[in-house]
């Protein structure tokens, strides 16, 4: 069983990143110090090394889609997190997928992730992903953050998946291990459907995800009167 306190892990051993979109001096020219702090989440995770905090003021709207691809190490993760007790908005209404995590050892702590046909992804990138040459997300730790579809009861019906672990189909075998998702909140606000691909949800989804990965204390909730499941599982290696 895995621990819950993950600040027991050192992930402050390194620099601390600030980004502040809404500072009027912040720009991803900048050294990402409080004072004089990067523009863009982009930015700061393209620097992240081991033991590294990348911290993110809610004071403005961030646009997906944010791809996390540098790594930590098993004693020293990255962690990206929300900056105080407000959480940031990424917003990828429109996008394919908001948040794509494919580094290892990592913490993504703290966010609003809105819009999307997937909130945050966390896995490889090719195809096939059934490939060690390639990045294969390990011990990433996805806690506390709202991942909502940024739909309404109005909204056409269209697939969304709140967080995804592993590939995006059934033939998309990964290598991918120990995942923990934990504390999230799902919200899915669309009618749903009956029809074949249009469905809402599922909020988490593990697919073709590899093995060792925990789920747990998340809070799924569907608007619509037409919903997948909650919480869906499927073709494990």
Partial sequence: TKNDDFDSVSYNSGKSYVVDGGDTNASDSNPGTEGLPFKTIQRACDLANPGDVVYVKASAVY????????????????????????????????????????????????????????????????????????????????????????????????????????????????????????KNTILIHEPGSTSAGQTSGPGIILLRANEGHVIRNNRIVFTGTVEDNGISVYGHI
């Fill in 63 to 182: 646009q997906g889609e944010l791809s996390i691809i540098r790594s930590g190490d098993s004693e020293h993760l990255i962690a990206i997190k929300n900056w105080g007790d407000v959480r940031p908005v990424i917003n990828g209404v429109g996008k394919n997928q908001v948040v794509f995590i494919r580094g290892s050892h990592l913490r993504f702590k703290g966010f609003d992730v809105i819009g999307g046909k997937y909130g945050i992804r966390v896995g490889p990138i090719t195809t096939p992903a059934y490939d060690p040459n390639t990045l294969q997300p390990v011990n990433v730790v996805i806690e506390d953050n709202v991942v909502n579809d940024g739909k309404s009861m109005s909204s056409s019906p269209a697939p969304y998946w709140g967080i995804v672990v592993g590939g995006i189909s059934e033939n998309f075998i990964t290598l991918m291990h120990d995942v923990t998702v934990q």
